[in-house]
T-cell receptor
Framework: AQKVTQAQTEISVVEKEDVTLDCVYETRDTTYYLFWYKQPPSGELVFLIRRNSFDEQNEISGRYSWNFQKSTSSFNFTITASQVVDSAVYFCALSEFQGGKLIFGQGTELSVKP | DAMVIQNPRYQVTQFGKPVTLSCSQTLNHNVMYWYQQKSSQAPKLLFHYYDKDFNNEADTPDNFQSRRPNTSFCFLDIRSPGLGDAAMYLC???????????????FGSGTRLTVV
């Protein structure tokens, strides 16, 4: 069965600090997809990134970067020089090629204080 | 723009009074999903349709039903809402059932349901 664990329930940082959100997953499939979503207080899910299981290259998009390590089943998300607008709940999610259902971790609530 | 639209954005219903939430998509995706997200929790999959094939999650209460009359529309029916059903309901689509291989998942903005 697939499972996603985000051990950090809440993180609070001061603006301009770097912050890393952890994500650990479990799956039996060899082909799977990992996602990060941002959920601001308004409630909609904002897609940030999708990574397939065959691509372990790290990715950087502006202040955002992601570190995918199959050896530790982790897909961590780092925000560099955090800003108040980064305050939100962030979800890591997993879908298996066979079945296709998207399963979410419990989410990490990030609070960035001025 | 092609998208997933959920109406209404906010819905208030009375305890025990049937309510229907709607989702429409212009993406022509084969798969449509309904998620329930209670306060401070992760979205939880209730069921999904692959074309006309309905797939219920094992722990989805019988109180929740769904209809997909055509490719574009999918409805979530709550037959007798209880206070515990107050939540954000999110609709999502994917092109096929391959785990988001093609185009990933597209989410609507959600319907926030209040039960009074």
């Amino acid at each position: 069965a697939q499972k996603v664990t985000q051990a950090q329930t809440e993180i609070s940082v001061v603006e301009k600090e770097d912050v890393t959100l952890d994500c650990v997953y479990e799956t039996r499939d060899t082909t799977y997809y990992l996602f990060w979503y941002k959920q601001p207080p308004s409630g909609e899910l904002v897609f940030l990134i999708r990574r397939n299981s065959f691509d372990e290259q790290n990715e950087i998009s502006g202040r955002y970067s992601w570190n995918f390590q199959k050896s530790t089943s982790s897909f961590n998300f780092t925000i560099t020089a955090s800003q108040v607008v980064d305050s939100a709940v962030y979800f890591c999610a997993l879908s298996e090629f066979q079945g296709g259902k998207l399963i979410f971790g419990q989410g990490t609530e990030l609070s960035v204080k001025p | 723009d092609a998208m997933v639209i959920q109406n209404p954005r906010y819905q208030v219903t009375q305890f025990g009074k049937p309510v229907t939430l709607s989702c429409s998509q212009t993406l022509n995706h084969n798969v449509m999903y309904w998620y329930q997200q209670k306060s401070s929790q992760a979205p939880k999959l209730l069921f999904h349709y692959y074309d006309k094939d309905f797939n219920n999650e094992a722990d989805t209460p019988d109180n929740f039903q769904s209809r997909r009359p055509n490719t574009s529309f999918c409805f979530l029916d709550i037959r007798s809402p209880g206070l515990g059903d107050a939540a954000m309901y999110l609709c999502a689509t994917s092109r096929d059932g391959s785990g988001g291989a093609n185009y990933g998942y597209t989410f609507g903005s959600g319907t926030r349901l209040t039960v009074v």
